[in-house]
């Protein structure tokens, strides 16, 4: 399911082409199977037939990131999102995913993303929860602290 959301996700044509109520089913169904032929399992392939017959292709991009969300809630994986100026080394990310498996007390899907405009540090989202460590917001908090305006890069 992540490949089919990613897929969706990263072409707009296909998704348009689900929506579509011009393009029959079997038509969808085709194009679905050569897409994903080889690169799903046989049951994620009978579902996808099954969503297109059923004519609820034009969710399958949304199902697709439910299934994922009840497939993590199911086996007790938190997606993380760690953000860094210029991204982790394999050492820093170990120690972050360390960190927040210990905290967590489960499996941990790290995602990292980057952000030059956090100068150093990193922000860590997990959930609704969010570590503010960046170098940014130790500046605005600083400069708060002074009297002055929050501190702003360019």
């Given at each position: 399911?992540?490949?089919?959301?990613?897929?969706?996700?990263?072409?707009?044509?296909?998704?348009?082409?689900?929506?579509?109520?011009?393009?029959?089913?079997?038509?969808?169904?085709t194009?679905?199977?050569?897409?994903?032929?080889?690169?799903?399992?046989?049951?994620?392939?009978?579902?996808?037939?099954?969503?297109?017959?059923?004519?609820?292709?034009?969710?399958?991009?949304?199902?697709?990131?439910?299934?994922?969300?009840?497939?993590?809630?199911?086996?007790?994986?938190?997606?993380a999102?760690?953000?860094?100026?210029?991204?982790?080394?394999?050492e820093?990310?170990?120690?972050?995913?360390?960190?927040?498996?210990?905290?967590?007390?489960?499996?941990?899907?790290l995602?990292?993303?980057?952000?030059?405009?956090?100068?150093?540090?990193?922000?860590?989202?997990?959930?609704?929860?969010?570590?503010?460590?960046?170098?940014?917001?130790?500046?605005?908090?600083?400069?708060?602290?002074?009297?002055?305006?929050?501190?702003?890069?360019?």
């Amino acid at each position: 399911m992540k490949l089919v959301a990613k897929t969706c996700e990263e072409n707009r044509d296909l998704e348009l082409l689900l929506r579509s109520p011009i393009v029959k089913v079997d038509k969808k169904t085709t194009i679905l199977e050569a897409i994903f032929k080889d690169k799903v399992n046989p049951l994620s392939q009978s579902f996808l037939n099954i969503i297109t017959k059923k004519k609820r292709e034009n969710f399958l991009p949304e199902i697709a990131i439910e299934f994922q969300n009840q497939y993590k809630r199911k086996h007790a994986i938190v997606t993380a999102t760690v953000t860094t100026a210029t991204g982790l080394d394999a050492e820093m990310k170990s120690a972050v995913l360390k960190l927040i498996k210990g905290s967590a007390d489960s499996e941990v899907e790290l995602i990292e993303l980057t952000d030059t405009n956090l100068i150093g540090g990193m922000i860590v989202r997990i959930g609704d929860n969010q570590y503010d460590g960046s170098l940014q917001r130790r500046l605005n908090d600083l400069k708060l602290e002074l009297g002055g305006n929050s501190y702003k890069s360019n």
